[in-house]
């Protein structure tokens, strides 16, 4: 008998009288000892299956068919009764440590109401096993440290935090959401070396959503593919990778794995520098509780971008891969040293904002990381392309609907588009509107701050693929900031790589990876 | 083995979740649609609307002005007035006005009075608000000090206060009454606007479009007028609706309280202090029950109103 399972599970979301399913009857199972991987894009409906069973999912949700645990049905099971399996036999991790963690508590006291809410145990005895399972999971010296909230811990030490909880009764199954997604991929490998332990010493079973492939494929004995609500396909995990059943099952395959970087023809990149960090210095100054607190981010950088190449920014989170590319934008002011485009100085110590000309200003053009939040939501895309040819009167009234169409052409949209408004539009899209916006101004460089992080394996390969083809048919540069290595290994020439705000090490992009003199 | 897949997935993303959003504004507009508090409030608010625009012509029907007095036909002997009369729909008052026509009449004056003031206070508190929001600082610093003191203020004893200082030389009042009484109400009503739109320009400052917009180079008058403003719109919008009854009631206190509208222009809140004052809705209860019903019916559709705009808005009950 499985620990888990689903079977022909529906959830749907009523708004006033309507019921829009999400999730058409699906049917999995793991057993004991066991990790099932459940894997599909973003809207895929796998963990809104998941929280369904445990009926962790809002009031309008409408949930039929059954879920069980252990033979015992969950769907339709009285709350209470429901709240001793939350815990006690189901465990759940989720995406964001940050979150899903109290701000304002103390980690001892949160595990240990992982504990405490579910059998009564003395003080001291408790103070105890939280201990224990903090230093289970790797915190060390964990008994020093239980009075401390998590904002004192890194993002893989909340992480660690939020699974010690989630063991703490030591149930039968673990269900981790995308637990590794907003994690460093170094971090990454570690706490699913932690989730592999625990289910080998203490026999979990374990159910782990991901959008990643890559990451599911070291760590799963079963796969269960999903998509618009359906299971596409299901079985062990070397025959779904080896034999794959469905075409999307192959094609999210092939996206997974990253290709061989194909360098660019002779001629594309030239020697001659196109934007320089010389010596730069940045310092941000917070005031906390009256007294100013400042935090050196970037320490006497210097970079240099070659006119026609595309530049990758690697490092964690944290050393300062994003402010590098706001300097270059004028975005912030630096404190020391200068930033020059095309020779001319565009950014050096000095008071109040950073003040470009036109002509700078159109020289360096940036792509944010959230699709959702760099579109207006109340503007129409066509609005949105033109806003660029419009401050800078680039082009007169009459020709704009002609230069938006060529835009969204030009980022392989439908022309329809222009009318659309940025809600209607899948992640993916939004993000190539945000490349049209940024190449509007026939910029030189082009800085990719992350584009690719919040999207698909699917909608990444083919960003990806765009930024060469305009590489190629445009010549710009493009500084490409991201800690994926996998997607920069493919796409950049050469590689910067940042850690604490110095640049530890650049140069080739297969030099780099290959012979890494930093980790 | 490498498939090659015909459908871009692009496309079948695109069509799962094209057709189920639309624009915000028309999504807007749907929402408030199928919003019964929006039907319910909107019917009783277009009621009254159109009895107000009609009071001229129930006047002209029944041959009663608002103002003029019919002591023969509408009050007896001992200064009691009629009830309700074919010929006085309402009965009269103690002067021997017909109350309904003085009612609906002061239905204009509620309205005249309210919508001014309301829409007065949305545009001083909303443009306050973007400023203090969007260029924070000492700005936000003094702004807030000002909303701090205008909130200080006590209402009515205020009022009073503006009203009296309105008394010219000869006792006649320099400007016009109505005005001093939309200019108090607006005076006390800015400040929600303001709180309200600066908690959200804020807000919207941080999104990565306002950055996007900034590296563009937008001058920030641009990024005001196209970025922030369409999407402080709809929020300003339904307080307008919250604030309006409040606003009404606000008049009608005033008049009340004899610092608003005077007599012998009706209002329903002179008209209720009339009837309160005299004690003559003990024989005549219409005196009282003609403005304190249509008050009441008014306030409550506009509060069903702006609830049912206040649920369209929020997007978690919105699709």
Known sequence: MSVFELEELRVGFATG???????????????????????????????????????????????????????????????????????????????????????????????????????????????????????????????????????????GQRQRIGIASAIAMRPGLLIADEPTTALDVTVQASILDLLRTLQREHGTAIVFVSHDLAVVSDFADDVVVMRGGHVIEQGPLTRVVDDPQHPYTAELLAAAEHRLPVPPPDGVISETPLAELRGVRKTFTARVRGRSRARTVLHDIDIRVRTGEILGL??????????????????IRIEAGEVRVS??????????????TPEQRVRVQTIFQDPFGSLNPRRPIADILAEPLRVHRRRSERDIPAAVADLLDAVRLPRSFAGRYPAQLSGGQRQRVAIARALALDPALLIADEPVSALDVTTQRQIVELLQDLRLSRGISILFISHDLGIVAELCDRVVVLSEGRVVESGPTADVFRNPAAE | ?????????????????????????????????????????????????????????????????????????????????????????FGADGSGRDVFIRAVTGAQVSLAVGVPATTLALIVGTTLGLIAGFFGGRTD???????????????????????????????????????????????????????????????????????????????????????????????????????????????????????????????????????????????????????????????????????????????????
Request: overall charge positive; charged content about 20%.
């Open chain 1, 17 to 155: 009288r309507d019921v829009t399913e999400v999730v058409h009857g699906v049917s999995l199972a793991v057993d004991k000892g066991r990790t099932l991987a459940v894997v599909g894009e973003s809207g895929s409906g796998k963990s809104v299956s998941l929280l369904a069973a445990a009926r962790l999912l809002p009031e309008r949700a409408r949930v039929s068919g059954s879920a069980r645990y252990a033979g015992r049905e969950l769907v339709g099971l009285p709350e209470a009764r429901l709240r001793s399996v939350r815990g006690r036999d189901i465990g759940f991790v989720f995406q964001e440590p940050l979150t899903s963690l109290h701000p304002l508590k103390s980690i001892g006291q949160q595990v240990g109401e992982a504990i405490s809410s579910h059998e009564r145990i003395g003080s001291r005895a408790l103070r105890d096993r939280v201990v224990e399972l903090l230093e289970e999971v790797g915190i060390r010296e964990a008994s020093s440290r239980l009075h401390e909230p998590p904002a004192r811990f890194s993002g």
């Open chain 1, 314 to 331: 690697v490092g964690e989170s944290g050393s300062g891969k994003s402010t590098i590319g706001r300097t270059l934008s004028g975005a």
């Open chain 1, 343 to 356: 020779g001319a100085v565009v950014n050096a110590p000095g008071r109040g904002r950073v003040r470009l």
């Open chain 2, 1 to 89: 083995m490498s498939l090659r897949i015909s459908v871009d997935p692009a496309h079948v993303a695109e069509s799962t979740t094209a057709s189920s959003v639309e624009g915000p504004w028309r999504g807007f507009l749907r929402a408030l649609a199928r919003e019964r508090l929006v039907i319910a409030g909107g019917a009783i608010v277009a009621l009254v609307v159109l009895l107000a625009l009609l009071a001229p012509v129930f006047a002209a029907i029944t041959g009663h002005g608002p103002t003029a007095q019919f002591r023969d036909e509408a009050v007896d002997g001992f200064g009691v007035p009629v009830g309700p009369s074919a010929s006085f729909w």
């Open chain 2, 141 to 319: 610093a003094v702004i807030s000090l000002i909303v701090d003191i205008t909130l200080s203020f006590p209402f009515l004893v205020t009022a009073l206060c503006l009203v009296i200082l309105n008394r010219g030389e000869n006792g006649q009042p320099i400007v016009p009454p109505v005005a001093v009484v939309v200019v108090v109400i607006a005076l006390f009503s800015w400040t929600f606007f303001a709180r309200i739109v600066r908690g959200q320009v804020i807000e919207l400052r941080r999104r990565p479009f306002i950055e996007a917009a900034e590296s563009i180079g937008a001058s920030r008058s641009r990024i005001i007028f196209r970025e922030i403003i369409p999407n402080i719109l709809p929020i300003a919008i339904v307080y307008w609706g919250v604030q309006l009854p409040l606003n009404i009631v606000g008049e009608a206190t005033l008049s009340f309280l004899g610092v608003g509208v005077v007599a012998p222009t009706p209002s329903w809140g002179n008209m209720i202090a009339d009837a309160q004052a005299s004690a003559l809705f003990q024989s005549q209860p219409w005196m009282l029950l003609g403005p304190g019903l249509f008050l009441v019916v008014t306030v409550l559709g506009f509060n069903l109103l702006s609830s049912g705009l206040q649920n369209a808005l929020d997007p978690a009950r919105s699709r």
